[in-house]
Structures are given as structure tokens and as C-alpha cells.
């Protein structure tokens, strides 16, 4: 994976669900200005609820200073339209559930919005993410990220390599996920 790994400082997290909240929270706290997505208020708050209580169980664990996790929180941002969370990122994961037609529909989106050389990640698990980025002008920039759950605790991050994923693209998702504390496996796509 040679080539200059771009930076990334704003990541999107498309659903406050389990998974993407834990995607939020493992972001803010490996230093990313991070914008957690969802069309329901109800969701961002029980989502940004959530994350406090689990910076405030590993503070008093010992696992976090007080000033790291005020840091983290500092960092996460609440957005209630896609637009809004992903018009300045330079790498979005969606987490939505696994859905195709869902996940089809929020990288049309994506791929219309986001800046050119923005990194669209999928958090999935059966779908495959050269499948979902045929629907891009930009299938070189998007990667699967599928997370180990609960988000929060689990070390394993698989980087899924669709058929036309860039090198920069996946070296860049293996740093992001380095740097979110997991332990990255590259793996290729199912074939489809």
C-alpha cells in the first residue's frame, strides 16, 4: 500500500443506531472531528446520551483520563440530514441496517454530495460493497468497514477491498481504523 495516505479530520456516521453510535464514539475519541447522522431526534439524543454514559463507565474504570474523554465529546457533532453531517467529511461511514436498496440509496447520495476524493465506507456484512459502489462515480473511493460489536469494546475491524478500490483508499481506511484503537484485517469482497 504505497502512496501518500491522505488526511483525514472529519469523519460522518450515517444512523446513531448501535453501530454507528459506536462508530462515533470510537472516532471522537481517536481524535476525528466527528458528526454523527440521523433523521430522528429522538435517535441523536438517546445516541449522544449513551456515548457520555460510556466515556463516564471507562473514566471511572481507569481506561480514559477525564481530559481525554472531554476531548472526545468535544469533537462529536449531531447532524439530523445526511447533508448536513457529510458535506464537509473526508471519510463517511453508513451504518445503516443491512439493506441493500437502503444502503444503494444513501451512496447515491453520498456520491452527489460529498466532496470529489471523499472516502464512502459501509459498515455490512453480507452486501457486497463493489455491488453498492457501482451506484458512484467514485467506486475507486469507497471500502467496506465492517466493525466487530459492540463497536465500543471489540478490537476487530475488517477493511473490505471492493473490485475497483483504490490503494490510497484502503491504506487510508486501515490508518483510520489504527488509529480508532482496532486491530485491521484487509480482506477482498465477496465476488458478485
Known sequence: MAGVVPDVRTIAVISAGP???GIAQVAARGGYRTILEDLLPN?????ESEIRIQFDRAV????LSADAAQGALSRLEFAGTVEDAARQADLVIEAVPEELESKIEIFTLLDKICRPGTIL???LSSISITEISRVTYRARNCVGMRFAEPVEREKKLEII???????ETLATAVAVGRRMGKETVVIEDMTV
Do not use: N, P
Open 121 to 123: 465506507a459501509s459498515h
Open 19 to 21: 453501530v454507528g453510535r
Open 60 to 63: 471511572h474504570s481507569g481506561g
Open 43 to 47: 435517535a441523536l439524543r438517546q445516541a
Open 161 to 167: 477491498r471492493g473490485v475497483e478500490t483504490d490503494e
